[in-house]
């Protein structure tokens, strides 16, 4: 069983910046991929990054250029650096763990992106 915690979110002016952590239980976490997901009101769920164990990365179009993911092993956590905010990016912000058997999410953080 994995255990996953997202944290970091809040409320932040368009053009700020924001940092997301993702923490998961586990002496595995190094093998596992971690995606960072995102859903507003009304909208479908929708992947925003992830980053593979060799530390391989891949964003949403919508974000490149203004997201960065990375990883600490050591930590076990994976990070979501956001900047240059956007009203559109408001939504609630998910990690997902991919495990060899499984998958597991966490709760969420809500970020809210002011004009």
């Known amino acids: 069983q994995v255990q996953v915690v997202e944290s970091g979110g809040g409320l932040v002016q368009a053009g700020g910046s924001l940092r997301l952590s993702c923490a998961a239980s586990g002496s595995m976490f190094g093998s596992n991929t971690v995606g960072w997901h995102r859903q507003a009101p009304g909208k479908q769920r929708e992947l925003v990054a992830v980053?593979?164990?060799?530390?391989?990365?891949n964003y949403a179009d919508s974000v490149k250029g203004r997201f960065a993911i990375s990883r600490d092993n050591a930590k076990n956590t994976v990070y979501l650096q956001m900047s240059s905010l956007k009203p559109e990016d408001t939504a609630n912000y998910y990690c997902l763990v991919t495990t060899p058997l499984r998958y597991y999410w966490g709760q969420g953080t809500q970020v809210t992106v002011s004009s």
């Open positions: 980053i593979t164990p060799s530390g391989s990365t």
